[in-house]
């Protein structure tokens, strides 16, 4: 998409993204504001489309691969509405206490001057957040499913998956599609053991127990789709998020020093607290830096319900179009040098949603913006006032797109207990294409 941003502008239409895909639908490639204003607002033109899952139409695959994101119209507006009130500010910071406690507990265990995996490491750590504040604190339950339906996101996207979509039960196609069933079968047991306790603190009790807009009590069908999306909503953007944040600091030794410098100003030797981190310009400035340069939602795509026609083309019913996050949020007139990583740069700018696409805009923006950027600071805070971090040298470092953009591989990262004694260690891999360190980093 960035070669076809360079050659031919903010708007590509191409018959295929990818040479073995055969489609008669457009696929269109756009960057910038504009383009998510128009797609992002006209909800009755452009509806969600995910790639997500790979599995005949009545199959468990296909049914959790349902779930909000793809919901549209008045049940989409009964869901928005159950899943956005527990994750409104106030009830966010109602959960400050609990979230330092997890917090702390979760990082206690990271062991000082030996190598960890930075991805799996943020990827529990934030999974465990998420179970604990926001799916009714039934840990291992949680873990469990997760880990299983990781796996089947896996498979989703396997090369061999795609190329022999055979149910046998040899194939990997056919494996994938009794995991799901599984999968499905323990997220349903999950869900009844919920029945008749609707706490709003627990996502899955929101879904299980009040009536749908139509009254009628919610089908399986619909309980299963719910839980990977929120899932994949509340931890895996996360995720992303601490990862590419801590491997940035790891690159860039004096942004690490100034953000060190105003935890342990503001701390005053205090352990971190949701109130203190609140309150940290350029915690927050990195945090929004790193999303900006690594967004972890890095493209959304949408599809039309009908003909219609943007900037002057007319494009048919069914087509799609590719809202990318990772150009939009590199428009020079608003980023200079826009592809360092500066996080002073937000002292001065003040984006619309639709300039910074990180949270999406619109009517279906995140709901989680308030509950993510939470977690995040406070576990960065914690992080960097115990620690030292420092990548392995020479480490590879790839990043694979899950919706989520995600590390390919283990990242090693060796803690230190924190000395100030910052020094940037070169990468390589793919990762460190896509980002430039400024001078005297
Ligand atoms: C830093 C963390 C987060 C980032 C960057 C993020 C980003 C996004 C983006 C880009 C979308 C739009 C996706 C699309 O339409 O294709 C979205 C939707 C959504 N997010 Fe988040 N998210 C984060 C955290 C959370 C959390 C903690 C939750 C809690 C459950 C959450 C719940 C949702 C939900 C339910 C939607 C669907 C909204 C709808 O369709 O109306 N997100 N998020």
Redo the contacts with the bound molecule.
């Keep these: 998409m960035q070669q076809a941003y360079t050659a031919y502008g903010p708007i590509v239409a191409v018959g295929s993204p990818l040479p073995f895909i055969a489609t008669r639908k457009p696929f269109i490639f756009t960057a910038g504001a504009q383009f998510n204003r128009a797609a992002l607002n006209d909800t009755e033109t452009w509806r ?1 489309w995910h790639i997500f899952c790979r599995g005949p139409r009545k199959s468990a695959m296909a049914r959790l691969g349902t779930g ?2 793809r919901m549209t119209g008045r049940r ?1 507006a009964h869901y ?1 509405q159950l ?1 956005t009130k527990p ?1 409104r500010k106030e009830k966010v910071e109602a959960l400050g206490a609990q979230m330092k406690r997890v917090t702390a507990e979760g990082i206690a265990s990271w062991p000082v001057d030996e190598p960890i995996d930075l991805s799996s490491s943020a990827r529990f750590l934030m999974r465990t957040l ?1 179970l604990a504040l ?1 799916f009714g604190d039934d840990r291992a339950r949680g873990h469990a499913i997760s880990e299983g339906l990781g796996r089947l996101l896996e498979c989703n996207w396997s090369a061999r998956v795609f190329a022999c979509p055979v149910d046998l039960p040899v194939t990997p196609y056919g494996r994938m599609l009794r995991d799901a069933q599984a999968a499905e079968r323990q997220i349903l047991d999950w869900a009844n053991s919920k029945r008749g306790n609707k706490d709003e603190r627990d ?1 899955l009790s929101v879904v299980v127990n009040p009536p749908e807009e139509d009254g009628n009590p919610p089908t399986d069908e619909i309980i299963a789709g719910h839980l990977p ?2 899932f994949g ?2 931890f895996e ?2 995720q992303s ?1 601490l990862t590419w944040t801590i491997l940035l600091l790891a690159q860039h030794a004096r942004v690490s020093r100034d953000l060190v410098d105003e935890l342990t100003g503001k701390l005053a030797g205090e352990p971190p607290s949701l109130e203190k981190v609140a309150e940290l310009p350029f915690l927050e400035a990195v945090i929004k830096e790193s ?1 900006r340069v690594l967004p ?2 890095p493209i ?2 949408r599809e039309t319900r009908q003909e219609t026609s943007l900037a002057g083309f007319a494009f048919p019913r069914g087509a799609r179009i590719i809202l990318n ?1 990772f150009l939009t949020n590199r428009m020079p007139d608003l980023y200079p040098e826009p592809d360092c990583f500066r996080p002073e740069r937000w002292a001065s700018i003040n984006p619309s949603q639709f300039e910074y ?4 805009a619109g009517p ?6 308030q ?3 939470s977690v ?1 600071k406070m576990a960065l805070a914690e992080i960097l006032t115990r620690f030292r971090v420092s990548l392995m040298p020479d480490a590879r470092i790839d990043y694979k797109l899950r919706i989520a953009m995600l590390a390919r591989q283990p990242i090693p990262l060796v803690l230190h207990r924190q000395d100030g004694k910052f020094a940037a260690v070169p990468i390589r891999g793919t990762i460190a294409e896509l980002f430039k360190l400024p001078e005297a980093a």
């Design positions: 969600p909000i994101i989409h928005r899943f994750l998420a926001l996502l999306t929120l909503a509340s953007t996360c998020v999303m972890p939602v959304q795509i996050a696409s990180a949270f999406s279906r923006k995140c709901p989680g913006y509950f993510g950027m995040v």
